[in-house]
């Protein structure tokens, strides 16, 4: 028996028409989830760190409050948003990040002719976990906050110290450094949402006074930073960099992470004298506070 | 006479009315979607901090994406414009990777001419989305 084809057209049109629309539909979504979605992200995250580098800034108006006013038992919470959202409807990773409070990262050596003097430092750090933008790092150490990134790092809000007095022909300069030290074992948070650090003052302080000094080291990750920044405020004090007729000369580590001050007396009297000055700051991540 | 009502047609129409329809909506949803959202090349998101010290200008680098050394830089003093220039030439590099990164500055000096009480504006141009990165005023003037 011989079948019969017969040619028909009918319902061509509208599965052509079904076709051609997903198609559209499928190019067109494609096209934003590839190129644009990327780039939205991007921007996101970017004002996302934006966010974070104005809390730190709170963060560091709450410290150096409590710092002024040296009241024991008052606790000030700022809060820091640890990563952001994905964008609805696309597919788009969300960013995360992590806050810890760490023990010893800042280290600071005081050498005078006879002695040295040690001092460890706790910091506050914020680290992004990105999907699209660059990874940052915000950094709370001893006064200052850090912006650290993979090609390097700054100092966005630099820290008061150090203060340079002359009287006569002799030098004076003082450390007002912030330590930090977690307590109740709340050291850290991770996650995108919005967490609370609280900060108490802790009412202990080291204060010392430090003749004839002859260097200082500092030990950080941030090392370069910290040259950027000492070179830059000791030279806008009016002291002269220059290991023979200067002032002063700063040289950086790069394998031990460190920076050394050397002082020499050729313009001043003998050596400076360091008024050191330790504030310890109690911090807490996540509400509520625990003893 | 007997009238017969037909329904063969109807459903070539409804076929036609739902796929215009679901064709509508479809891109309707599309254009909402997408023109919610800035079309433009993004600026690269970058931090730079302008200042005056010692008489040069100063433009610091404080985070974010790193420029090329094409990036151009204008800087107008009491609104008159001095000769354009570029990152290259004027950056403190720090790890000479020819790019200008976190923590480097780029520094100007605009003598012969005097600054002091003038207004100056620099304003960062990024070449390769034609975007202005950066724009702010120095130093304000006596004006």
Request: hydrophobic share 40%.
């Amino acid at each position: 028996m011989n079948r019969k084809f017969k040619a028909s057209e009918d319902g061509v049109v509208g599965i052509v028409v079904a076709v051609l629309l997903i198609g559209l539909m499928v190019s067109v979504v494609s096209l934003v989830q590839l190129v644009y979605v990327p780039d939205w992200m991007e921007q996101r995250e970017a004002e996302h760190m934006d966010e974070v580098v104005t809390q730190f800034s709170q963060l560091k108006f709450a410290i150096d409050t409590l710092n002024a006013n040296k009241q024991n038992y008052t606790t000030i919470a700022t809060s820091i948003t640890l990563g952001s959202k994905e964008l609805p409807y696309w597919m788009s990773l969300r960013a995360f990040g992590n806050l810890e409070i760490l023990s010893d990262e800042f280290k600071i050596t005081i050498n005078n002719v006879s002695s040295s003097s040690n001092f460890s430092i706790g910091t506050i750090k914020y680290s992004s976990s990105n999907g699209y933008f660059i990874d940052q790092d915000f950094i709370y150490e001893g006064g200052a906050i850090i912006t650290n990134q993979a090609d390097g790092n700054i100092i966005s809000i630099k820290p008061s110290f150090p203060g340079i007095k002359k009287v006569g022909n002799k030098l004076f300069l003082t450390l007002n450094l912030i330590n930090i030290s977690g307590v109740g074992g709340k050291l850290s948070g991770s996650g995108y949402g919005t967490t609370a650090i609280q900060t108490e003052y802790s009412g202990s302080q080291i204060e010392q006074i430090i003749e004839d000094v002859r260097s200082i080291e500092i030990i950080s990750k941030y090392f370069y930073s910290w040259y950027m920044f000492m070179n830059w405020t000791l030279e806008n004090q009016g002291l002269f960099p220059g290991t023979l007729s200067g002032d002063f000369y700063i040289t950086p580590d790069y394998d031990n992470s460190s920076i050394s001050i050397d002082f020499f007396s050729s313009n001043i009297e003998g050596y400076p004298t360091i008024n050191l000055s330790i504030i310890e700051i109690l911090a807490q991540i996540g509400p509520g506070w625990i003893d | 006479m007997k009238n017969k009502r037909e329904k063969l047609a109807l459903s070539e129409i409804m076929g036609v009315v739902l796929l215009l329809g679901m064709a509508v909506s479809l891109f309707v949803l599309v254009q909402l979607m997408i023109y919610s959202y800035p079309f433009e090349p993004a600026a690269p998101s970058v931090n730079i901090v302008g200042s005056i010290s010692d008489g040069n200008i100063l433009l610091e680098h404080h985070g974010g994406e790193s420029l090329s050394l094409d990036t151009r830089i204008i800087i107008t003093i009491d609104d008159v414009p001095e000769p354009e220039i570029t990152v290259s030439g004027n950056l403190i590099e720090s790890d000479g990777d020819e790019s200008w990164e976190i923590g480097e500055i780029v520094s100007y000096d605009p003598s012969p001419v005097d600054i002091t009480n003038r207004q100056v504006i620099a304003t960062v141009v990024d070449v390769k989305t034609d975007s202005i990165v950066m724009r702010g005023i120095l130093q304000g003037g006596r004006n």
